[in-house]
Structures are given as C-alpha cells and as structure tokens.
C-alpha cells in the first residue's frame, strides 16, 4: 500500500545531499570582484560548454551577434518571472563568461502613463474624459492643482459650470488627496504624437541586487534551515541550473544550424547643414 510513497521517499534528496549540492555549488561575484559578494552560478565560457570542435568554431562568431541571443534571454526572462522576480539570472563577467543567480523584485516605478505610438513613459497621468459639469470642474483643478482652495471657486473655468461653492471645495479636496499629477493633453514629449494612454495597472519596475547569497548560511542549522527551507532552497538552485542548461543547449543548437554572414545595411540619417537666407525667399 505504501510502495508508491517509499519510490518517491526514494527519489527525494536526503538532508545532507542537499546541504553538499548546495554547498558544492560553482559561485561567483554578484557585481565585480572588489565588492567579494558571490552568489550560485555557472562557469559557460565557450570552453567549458563542452563543444565539438566545429561547434567551438562557430560559437565565438555567433557571440557577437545580437539574434544569438534572443531565445537565450527569453528562458533567463521566464525564469525570473516564475520565481516572481525575487529571484533572477543576469551575465556577468569581464566576457559575460558567468550566470549568477541575483536577488531583487518589483516596485512602483513611478510612470503613469507611455505613448501608444513611441512607447515613450511619463510621470503624469492623461486627464480621463469629463462628460458632467464635475468631472470638467475636477479636470480643471487636476491640471491646476497648486493653489488653496479659495482660489478655484472664483475662477470663471469652475462657475461657469454651476457648481455650489461647497461642492467645488469637495471636489477640491478629492482631486488633493489623489496625490497625482495630470498633464493638460495628451500628448507625448518625444514623438509629439497625441496618443498617451494612462496604464491600466500600476507600472512595475524590476530591480537586482548585489547582495550575496547564502554565503554564510548554516544549513545544518535545522532551526534556521528546517527542511522546508532547506528543499525550496535545493529545488530553486535546481531550477537555476536547468535554465542555464537550456540556454547551453539553445546555444549548441545555433552553433549546429547556423552561421555568422555579413551583410550591407543601408541607414538613413538626419544631419544639419547651411542653406542661405535667400533660398527661402
């Protein structure tokens, strides 16, 4: 009755073969060497892949074109978001020689608002349409949110929509508690196209650190490290070690499928030059 429990008990790593992998594990700095915090990581210099000869040949000239690396990026970008950004993978290295594993996540990054057009970032909000007396009121004082309150109601913009003083004063006190700012239209800064958009959620940013870690953890601390812990920290550095050997394989099967040509591409450029006053007339 319990056989099919005793195989996957028999499957599972014992206390002491996780503290060995995870203790074992390649590191390297988090940063540059002088700041000495190191973090699990992999060695994927071209000579430590394992590659064939012909393989090796072509992998130093697949690495300095950016399509190489498109696929490799995207399973280092779906590792950090299954583990919700707490974890991530970056290169590093003189030569980019090294994955090491960083700690981070998610923040506010403070836009709130992008252009459709450029996918240019601002900090203000585009105003919402107002389609009552209020919500033109509340535009209004969103776009002039610097004055005390007594000011808005003898604007001629606020009483030509008929609104009691006291309901003005209300709206007042709304529009500063909302703590935003909002721009006048909705136009974007670079590309000058009238095509902001307010972003549906608050806008994240993603953040590494360059702390170290566990560079002194005590895994036989079982008070510190009980084996839930212990087997969570085991499975993620795992999981770190399948992703980069996707991203050897990915590599291999370009150094097999492709090769490295050149091409003309021709570019178009903006440059200023003299042209007399007189052309014009």
């Not at 990054?109 to 107002?130: D, F, H, I, T, W």
């Not at 702390?211 to 812990?229: I, P, Q």
Request: charged fraction near 30%; aromatic fraction near 12%; hydrophobic fraction near 30%.
């Amino acid at each position: 009755m319990n056989e099919t429990n005793d195989v996957a008990d028999a499957t599972q790593p014992t206390r002491e073969e996780m503290i060995a992998f995870l203790r074992g594990h390649f590191r390297y700095y988090t940063m540059n060497s002088w700041n000495k915090l190191t973090s699990y990581a992999r060695n994927i210099k071209i000579c430590n892949l394992g590659l064939t000869g012909e393989q090796e040949s072509h992998a130093y000239d697949l690495i300095y074109v950016e399509d190489t690396f498109l696929e490799i990026n995207e399973r280092i970008r779906e590792f950090d978001e299954e583990n919700g950004y707490r974890y991530q993978a970056c290169f590093n290295g003189r030569s980019s020689g090294y994955i090491v594993m960083l700690q981070g996540g998610k923040e506010p990054s403070g836009y709130q608002s992008y252009c459709s057009e450029c996918g240019q970032r601002n900090y203000k909000k585009v105003l919402p349409v107002a389609e009552t007396p209020e919500d033109k009121v509340r535009n209004y004082i969103r776009v002039k949110n610097w004055w005390v309150p007594d000011v808005y109601i003898e604007q001629e913009e606020v009483k030509r929509h008929g609104l009691t003083m006291e309901r003005v004063l209300e709206i007042v006190r709304e529009v500063k508690a909302e703590k935003t700012e909002y721009s006048e239209d909705a136009a974007c800064g670079r590309c000058g196209a009238v095509a902001r958009q307010n972003f549906a959620t608050q806008h994240q940013r993603i953040y590494a650190q360059g702390t170290g870690m566990d560079e002194d953890a005590d895994f036989e601390d079982e008070e510190e490290w009980e084996h839930y812990s212990l087997k969570k920290r085991y499975d993620l550095v795992k999981s770190f070690d399948k992703m980069v050997d996707d991203c050897i394989e990915i590599f291999r099967s370009l150094c097999d499928n492709y090769r490295v040509v050149e091409m003309e591409v021709p570019c178009t450029r903006t440059v200023k030059v003299l042209e007399p006053i007189a052309a014009e007339a």
